[in-house]
């Protein structure tokens, strides 16, 4: 069973850091990219940060310069180091995970909330 198990996600004051982390199980492909993605109360899901097989990677304008994301091809996880944490990055964080296959799957979400 192919699946994505994210963890890191909780309580923090403005200012303040988080680290998510978002393992991916379960399947017979290779991964291409990885991302995370967001979605607010009553906004669309946004792309965060995304980083490709070839460690290239693009970010949100909104998160440039205090966001890092980073993968571990050896545990199949992608991680994503936020710092400087505004009260607007509160949402649930989504993993985001393409294979060479071109199947896509989704993780269950993490809620961060960030306290102003």
Known sequence: QVQLVESGGGLVQAGGSLR???AASGSIFSIDAMAWFRQ??????????RVTS??????ADSVEGRFTISRDNAKNTVYLQMNSLKPEDT????CHVRYSNGYINWGQGTQV???S
């Open 20 to 22: 998510l982390s978002c």
């Open 40 to 49: 607010a109360p009553g906004k669309p899901r946004e792309l965060v940060a």
């Open 54 to 59: 070839a460690d290239n990677t693009n970010y």
């Open 91 to 94: 949402a649930v964080y989504y």
């Open 113 to 115: 909330t960030v306290s």
